[in-house]
């Protein structure tokens, strides 16, 4: 028999976040969170994206073992602003197992549709920066970025079985990096700095602090034709950057200021430290910390994470100043591969310019939806 018990105790939500661990125990592909920054997007005091969503967090139960979890959000701030009523699902685990899956997924449509929503859609969390969609191509690679959803085969068939359908597709690349900054944007790029244009570079994260405010600003107005993407708020932003930046290098973060110094572009790339997060298994401490430091000196790939250009110039050749500036830090750093992250479908500019490379469509995802009403 199988019981589903919403989470509210600290000891349910520590069962919540370790699950993974014991269903990826032998999946050889899966990259492991961090256990520590799990707690944090999960606990409402420090993650601040539960002030506008409603949120429920279940865990299945056979036998007195968890064998599955599943979240359930639903973001207002993006409701509101692109006029849906959806719910979400997201951080969805379980083992091969139907009649958990139908569980899990049923109680959260139940809830969406208590609470008056049309539609039902995932895996997508509090917003695109969280994992998102299902493995649906791909499974014999390792996963080589953070926040990305590194899903069974089976996730797939039980979701179609409980009547979802293709919402979109998210596509990962990896791209041979070139010896030689390749001379299309070597050029472009000599012709934006004439223009009063100008590369920011860092070597310590102290130095990108004092933009972390900036460039999340500048992230709320470009990616607003990102599906799944809710303006950030302030402290949501320094929440985030929190997260992240202590295990960013600097070196591979490009910001581009304009002649009258306001930033109107950026890229944030790192290396590659999959193999450390592994051998971390989820912990910094006592010895996680220097299984990611090794990693860092080891890495031949270069993992783009986030960067845009501010709207009113996009078709400048900004993008070709950023490429030429990370590409030249790469080509120092010894690093031989690109991985895109994820890009949508659509973003037929964003896929030109992984496609221009020697590249390979490694890995597909796809988020789902369901019609609730």
């Not at 750093?333 to 221009?356: C, F, P, T, W, Y």
Request: net charge positive; aromatic share 10%.
């Amino acid at each position: 028999m199988i019981r589903l018990k919403e989470v509210v105790s600290k000891k349910e939500l520590k069962k919540f976040i370790q699950l993974p661990f014991a269903i990826h125990k032998n999946h050889a592909e899966w990259l492991p969170p961090l256990i520590a920054d799990e707690w944090k997007v999960f606990d409402k005091k420090k993650n601040h994206s539960f002030e506008h969503c409603d949120t429920i967090l279940l865990l299945a139960e056979k036998d007195n073992t968890v064998v599955g979890r599943i979240m359930g959000i639903i973001n207002h701030t993006y409701n509101a602003g692109n006029n849906e009523k959806n719910a979400r699902f997201c951080f969805l685990e379980c083992y091969d197992d139907a009649n958990v899956y139908d569980a899990l997924i049923a109680a959260v449509e139940k809830w969406g549709t208590e609470k008056e929503m049309d539609m039902l859609v995932g895996p997508l969390g509090f917003s695109d920066k969280d994992p998102q969609g299902f493995l649906i191509e791909g499974f014999q690679d390792p996963m080589s970025v953070m926040v990305t959803n590194c899903s069974f085969p089976y996730m797939v068939k039980h979701t179609e079985r409980n009547g979802f359908k293709k919402k979109l597709d998210l596509f990962q690349y990896r791209s041979i990096i070139p010896a030689n900054v390749p001379e299309i944007y070597a050029n472009i790029a000599k012709r934006v700095l004439k223009r009063g244009f100008r590369v920011l570079e860092f070597q310590k994260s102290k130095e990108i602090r004092p933009y972390v405010k900036t460039v999340f600003d500048l992230i709320n107005e470009t990616y607003t034709d990102i599906y799944g993407f809710a303006p950030l708020q302030e402290i949501e932003s320094k929440e985030f950057s929190e997260r992240f930046l202590p295990l960013l290098d600097p070196t591979y973060i490009k910001l581009i200021a304009d002649k009258n110094n306001k930033i109107v572009a950026f890229v944030i790339a790192m290396p590659d430290i999959s193999d450390g997060f592994k051998k971390a298994n989820g912990k910094l401490f006592p010895f996680g910390f220097i299984h990611l430091l090794r990693a860092f000196k080891k890495a031949t790939q270069l993992n783009l994470l986030l960067g845009c250009v501010q709207g009113s110039i996009r078709n400048s050749g900004l993008d070709a100043l950023l490429a030429d500036a990370l590409f030249k830090s790469a080509i120092k750093g010894n690093l031989q591969v690109l991985d895109s992250h994820l890009i949508m479908e659509d973003n037929v500019k964003m896929r030109a310019i992984m496609e221009r490379m020697e590249h390979t469509l490694y890995k597909k995802y796809r988020i789902f939806e369901k019609k609730l009403r």
